[in-house]
Structures are given as structure tokens and as C-alpha cells.
């Protein structure tokens, strides 16, 4: 079956970095676009960036752009979000997603998240 296995989240100061990752099994992973989602405390799924299957093709929410960078190695079956200039909005359980955001919102699989908290 499909797995999404995210890691690398931790606490990080204002400004600093983290890499998480995403590790897939159970599908082909280079066939398929992929999306970074987050939800804050209290609020709902945002949408946050997302890669075409060969990953030639990004995209980002404003309030990221210029601090993500999203990539996948098709090789190693595993997605990325490089996060730099992080600050404490970015405070998030971070998700990775298989392929679109359907029309009732979900995803056709998604992982357990990785939490990035960004505090002082």
C-alpha cells in the first residue's frame, strides 16, 4: 500500500533552516506530482508548494516564496522542502501528499507529518 513517511522537523530558532523529507514506498513515486501541505495550531491544510513528476516544475504559496525549496530525488523515491529564513508562522506539522488536492480538499494519500516548531 502507499506510504508517506516524513522526518527531519525539530525546533529551529527565527531565521534559521531545516530540510524535511519524505520518504514514499508502495507506488511509483516518479510518476506522480507531489505537494507539501502544513497546518498551523488551530487553523486548517494550507497548501504550501508542490513538484511535476520529473521535477522540472515547482510551485509556491506567496508566503514561502524565496525561502522553500522543494525537490525530489526519483532515484531514492523521496521528496524534500529545504526551508531557510524560517519564521515563527512557518510553525506547522508539515505533510507531504501524493499528486492534487482533490475537490473536497484531501489528497489521495498523505503522511503522518513532521513538526516544525520555530521559536526563540
Known amino acids: 500500500q502507499v506510504q508517506l513517511v516524513e522526518s527531519g522537523g525539530g525546533l529551529v530558532q527565527p531565521g534559521g533552516s531545516l530540510r524535511p523529507s519524505c520518504a514514499s514506498s508502495g507506488f511509483t513515486f516518479s510518476s506522480y506530482r507531489m505537494t507539501w501541505v502544513r497546518q498551523a495550531p488551530g487553523k486548517g491544510l494550507e497548501w504550501v508548494s508542490d513538484?511535476?513528476?520529473?521535477?522540472?516544475?515547482?510551485s509556491y504559496t506567496d508566503s514561502v516564496k524565496g525561502r522553500f525549496t522543494i525537490s525530489r530525488d526519483n532515484a531514492k523515491n523521496t521528496l524534500y522542502l529545504q526551508m531557510k529564513s524560517l519564521k515563527p508562522e512557518d510553525t506547522a506539522v508539515y505533510y507531504c501528499?501524493?499528486?492534487?488536492?482533490?475537490?473536497?480538499?484531501?489528497?489521495?494519500?498523505r503522511g503522518q507529518g513532521t513538526q516544525v516548531t520555530v521559536s526563540s
Open positions: 501528499a501524493k499528486g492534487i488536492q482533490r475537490s473536497d480538499g484531501s489528497y489521495s494519500a
Open positions: 513538484i511535476n513528476s520529473s521535477g522540472t516544475s515547482t
